[in-house]
């Protein structure tokens, strides 16, 4: 017999379930968009309107091939999660996995298959978490484990509202950029969570599949599209720097964290997203910002990114004549830190 687990809920009685529910699907919104699921989603997404997407369970057996281009329609498989099909921007259909559990579910659809929705609604899409500040996003960008969310929670911890974690959806041809709120959850591992000073009770799991903890937001959730301020690349080092990058770095790390690059290989979709990665850099500035790897460095390393922010003027020049804000090392920061605290109580 096939079973999709839900915590211990055979198959029969969830797809029983599902079809009392089908004629109303939950509705949900995430990136600006109206999201009607037949597989539950976040109790802090629910929402109404008309959809902009759907989400169902379905078979794929029968999916003609040819009617696939690894663009508008995509077909894929993720282990221990099942197939799915994802197109035109409007539709995700699921085949789940035997063992399959519905928390698995919803991670799958507000990550990898959401970002294949949002790239085929024609938006950019990084590997990032992003916060909002006085100009606007302010982004942390990087591979998995690089420290994105802690960066971005750590923020949090401090008064700033969170935008999205892990997915940044950004309309490129708006001037600057926009950055679209996700939804009010972040995942955090749990000696992570214990750095930031976190209690236990205040986390959940994520899955079974991993030992990531989550953290859903009562506060201190943007729900407003934001201008993208700024850029910083996740990097290790053996002291803690922020860098710009120069127009050719910047374009490569940009392309390197765009989500769904190697699913939607099309020559369409190719083409565009290299416009889209040109004309992010046109008005957004990026850094790269290296960091020895400490939890217990996360007070300074976000004093390090607020003494930067403070260097609105990255034109100005400093006593060598070079741009103040080309470099800042943790050193610069204190002393940035203590100026404007010196200034502001003047």
């Not at 490569?252 to 990665?277: D, P």
Request: hydrophobic residues 40%; negative net charge; glycine residues 6%.
């Amino acid at each position: 017999m096939n079973y999709l687990q839900t915590d211990g809920t055979p198959y029969f009685f969830f797809n029983l379930f599902l079809h009392l529910c089908a004629a109303n699907m939950d509705v949900y919104t995430a990136y600006d968009l109206c999201i009607h699921s037949e597989i539950p989603l976040l109790e802090t997404m629910v929402s109404s309107g008309d959809a902009d997407v759907t989400v169902r369970l379905g078979k794929l057996d029968n999916t003609p091939r040819a009617a696939l281009d690894l663009g508008h329609r995509f077909l894929g498989y993720l282990p221990e999660r099942g197939r799915l099909l994802i197109q035109d921007g409007r539709e995700i259909i699921i085949e789940p996995a035997p063992e399959a559990t519905i928390p698995v579910l919803c991670s799958m659809i507000l990550g990898p298959a959401m970002a294949i929705i949002l790239r085929q609604r024609g938006l950019l899409v990084l590997h990032a978490s992003a916060v909002v500040a006085h100009h606007g996003a302010i982004a942390f960008m990087g591979s998995s484990g690089w420290g994105k969310s802690t960066l971005a929670n750590a923020f949090h911890r401090e008064g700033y509202d969170l935008l999205t974690d892990d997915v940044l959806a950004l309309d490129v041809q708006k001037t600057p950029p926009l950055a679209y709120p996700a939804f009010p959850q972040q995942r955090l591992w749990s000696e992570t969570a214990t750095a930031l000073g976190y209690d236990a009770s205040e986390l959940s799991p994520l899955h079974s599949k991993t030992s990531k903890m989550t953290y859903e937001f009562n506060r201190g959730f943007c729900q407003v599209p934001q201008p993208l301020h700024r850029i910083y690349v996740l990097a290790k080092g053996t002291q803690h720097e922020i860098v710009k990058l120069d127009a050719q770095a910047a374009f490569a790390e940009v392309v390197r964290h765009t989500r769904g690059v190697s699913t939607l290989k099309s020559a369409e979709f190719v083409a565009s997203h290299l416009r889209q990665c040109t004309q992010l850099l046109k008005t957004t500035k990026c850094y790269r910002f290296a960091r020895k790897p400490a939890l217990e460095d996360l007070p300074e390393l976000v004093a390090m990114v607020k003494a930067h922010l403070a260097e609105s003027n990255d034109d100005a020049l400093d006593h060598d004549g070079l741009p103040r804000a080309q470099r800042l090392t943790s050193e610069t920061a204190d002393l940035l830190t203590i100026s404007h605290a010196s200034t502001a109580t003047d």
